[in-house]
């Protein structure tokens, strides 16, 4: 996956994992990112066109979101405090997503 972005900014910390908002693609990216990070869910929301699921890891809560018209994207939760934990676990995941292949 080649084409991730990590935008970070004063107001927005996000990494944009794939313009592609497959249902199949935003499974797999949910199950890798929790294996290779030892997360467990939290809260998963699934409408007609978006999902956000709450993926916990450590002390940190990030959503991964799919959303029909953008894609599926990665952010630390609303309620999320640490934005120095959020950004590292952001880093390491777009490290991790730039090497992965996915078989969707």
């Known amino acids: 996956m080649n084409n991730i ?6 107001e927005r910390l996000e990494l944009q994992i794939s313009d592609d908002s497959a249902w ?3 499974d797999e990216i949910a199950s890798v990112l929790q294996r290779e990070f030892s997360g467990s869910w939290g809260e998963q ?11 916990k ?4 809560t990030l959503t991964l979101h799919l959303e029909h018209y ?11 405090l640490d934005k120095v934990a959020s950004g590292i676990l952001l ?8 090497s992965y292949d996915p078989a969707v």
Do not use: C, M, N
């Open 5 to 10: 972005r990590l935008l970070q900014t004063p």
């Open 24 to 26: 199949g693609l935003f």
């Open 45 to 55: 929301v699934d409408g007609i066109d978006q999902r956000y699921w709450d993926l």
């Open 57 to 60: 890891i450590e002390k940190v």
């Open 70 to 80: 953008s894609g599926i994207t990665l952010f630390p939760s609303s309620a999320e």
């Open 91 to 98: 880093e390491k995941a777009h490290r991790f997503l730039t």
